[in-house]
């Protein structure tokens, strides 16, 4: 994020985005789910450009044992950043950039999860970034989610998530790599079905209004998100679904 690149070009004469887009249009997302056979779960998402990969395990007994709580799951979620993901190497291991997006990606999902029904145990959610072009932290949440559902583990509904932002003075969805470079703000947020936001962040300026218009773009953003992992998972599980009914 930087603001001092004022000569960097973010619209055509027709308002359309450096990649054709329009200022509402999210970047187009591919999922499959179920794609690594030792996870209880996994998925497979690619956004844009981003390309990344989640597995879940568990709920399973907690190790080490002195990370067991007595009384709930702990939740682990790890983000990780291959070093070949993005332009130059990303050095390898965990860094103050991965622990944070670790840290409020498990907040996001801890509202939806029922830890209090597992003592003892974990859920562990690992993402695996493989091609960077802003917005991972996003993408990686929307894995995520969907492999936790592919683990079977209960969850109150789906978090999907988005980011909204600031280029060239105007409001946009869905920051991609030049955007989030020299654009103004970025305001990445998680959400549940419910529309309870359970990650806010956010990198630049904005104004009251512009905040206010950016989160209800980003909201809209998320809710976009929300219908195609619902079509990836009926997708993925219709014909189990048909298999039931025709059991009955
Ligand atoms: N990035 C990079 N090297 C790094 C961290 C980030 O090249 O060590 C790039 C990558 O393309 C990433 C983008 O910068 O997607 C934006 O990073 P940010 O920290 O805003 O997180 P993200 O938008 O990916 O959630």
Known sequence: MSSNQTDVVFFDENGLRTDQRKPDEIRPMKIKIGVLSRANGSCYLEW???KVIAAVYGPREAHPR??????????R???????FSVEDRARPGPSRRSSEISKVSREAFEPVLFAED??????????????????????AINA??????????????????????K????????????????GEAD??????????????????????SEFEEAMELVQKGCRQVLEIQKAALLEKF???????EEEI
Request: glycine residues 8%; aromatic residues 4%; contains cysteine.
């Open 167 to 182: 280029v060239g003075g105007k409001i946009v969805l869905d920051l991609n790599k030049p955007e989030d470079n020299y």
């Open 77 to 83: 979620y790890r983000y990780n950043m291959q070093s």
């Open 48 to 50: 844009g450009a981003n």
């Open 238 to 244: 219709a014909s189990v679904m048909d298999d039931d």
């Open 144 to 165: 995520a989610s969907l492999a936790l559902v592919d683990a079977g583990i209960p969850m109150r509904g789906l978090v999907s998530a988005c980011a909204a932002g």
């Open 187 to 208: 305001l990445p947020i998680a959400m549940t079905e419910d529309g309870k936001i359970t990650l806010i962040q956010m990198d630049g300026h904005l104004t009251p």
């Open 118 to 139: 597992y003592p003892k145990a974990a859920i562990d959610i690992f993402v695996e970034v493989l091609q960077a072009d802003a917005g991972t932290r996003t993408a």
């Open 66 to 75: 002195r990370m067991q709580l007595a009384n709930k799951a702990v939740i």
